[in-house]
């Protein structure tokens, strides 16, 4: 019997998202137009901030970033293993060199009690990630920033609608970052979006976005080496229209982590994401659980094997960044240089979540979870 899939994310795009890209592909202007402009404005006064400037990825928003802040070869930039690669591989990009810090267990960010003990007099950046939607401890990372004179640049490419005391994650440092792939709060298909308040900064990563055009935008004048990063007016379009609904995209996304939260009281095997500070606000990314410490990676492995063949899409998340093979590779980091970070990677797990995922679909979920993890070893029952 073919089992219905449930997939581990799905954007929602609605008649209006489409109609707004139709519009677009029917004004004649498909790149550098209106609807860009009114894509940044709009993110620009959602977080607030002064500027905000669209690029094709994330990825590509974290690397002109770096590049249009000066950081480079020689530069230590300290940041976080457990993340999406692309914050630590823009840093690779810019040629200069990530230094890894271990993170906090309970929140799974970067542990702002030991970022001291990284910096050196070729540190120049600290890039914090406000991972699976939940702040960083920002105000200590800024405070350590300001006291050793660093540039701090966030990825907050998970955590759109965040806020800290009020204030939007990604408006905290000289930049910030989001992003917009499909799987993230609002999508554009691909896309990214820098935020910042420095004129100067707003002015370079335009420039850089597009092929180094001067300012005076004369067509074929390059004062500096520049790329094609540029998004799009389709892109723009369905931006603005779906951060129209970012307030219900986050609303569902709360309501699905707290069905999950309920249907997984009762499941001792596993941890869920610890509980949010009062002064918080998360934005839901994705809603991962850990094996507690007495289970291995193999255990975590075969619990996804089970769910997938019960067709319910899981996945690891994240593989510690320093180990993977480039990394090693490069650096040679070794199993144990961030115990933390490694201890938490070989046993989280992404449950499928998106906004509108069903109670009936959530339930499955859980029961499959719940039989998969009955199987393991019993010599993990004193566990139970
Ligand atoms: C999604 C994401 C990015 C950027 O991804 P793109 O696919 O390039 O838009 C960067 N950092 C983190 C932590 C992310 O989750």
Known sequence: MEKVKISLARPDVSEQDIAAVVEALRSGRLSCGPKLEVFERDIAAFVG???????????????????????????????????????????????????????????????????????????????????????????????????????????????????????SAGTFGRAGVFAFYANKQITTGEGGMIVTDDDELARVCRSLRNQGRGDSAEW???????????????????????????????????????????????????????????????????????????????????????????????????????????FRDKYGYRKGDFPVTERVSERTLALPFHPRLSAADAERVTSTLKAALSTLPARYSAAR
């Open 49 to 167: 901030s002064k500027h905000a400037v669209g690029l094709s990825s994330g990825t590509a928003a974290l690397h002109l970033c770096l590049l249009a802040l000066g950081v480079g070869p020689g530069a230590e930039v300290i940041t976080s293993p457990f993340s999406f690669v692309a914050s630590a591989n823009c840093i690779l990009y810019a040629g200069a060199r990530p230094v890894f810090v271990d993170i906090d267990e309970k929140t799974l960010n970067i542990d702002a009690s030991k970022i001291e003990a990284a910096i050196t007099p070729q540190t120049r950046a600290i890039l914090p990630v406000h991972v699976f939607g939940r702040p960083c401890e920002i105000g200590q990372i800024m405070a350590i920033a300001e006291r050793h004179r660093l540039i701090v640049l966030e990825d907050s490419c998970e955590a759109l609608g965040a806020r800290v005391n009020g204030q």
């Open 220 to 326: 074929l004048e390059h004062p500096r080496l520049g790329y094609n990063f540029r998004m799009t007016e389709m892109q723009g379009a369905m931006g603005s229209s779906q951060l129209r609904r970012l307030g219900e995209f986050m609303q569902g996304r709360a309501d699905v982590a707290a069905r999950y939260a309920e249907l997984l009281s009762d499941c001792e095997e596993v941890i869920l994401p610890t509980a949010y500070p009062s002064n918080i606000t998360p934005s839901w990314f994705v809603y991962v659980v850990q094996l507690r410490d007495e289970f291995t990676e193999e255990d975590r492995n075969a619990v996804i094997q089970k769910l997938r063949e019960e067709g319910i899409e899981c996945s690891t998340y994240f593989p510690a960044i320093h180990l993977q093979k480039y």
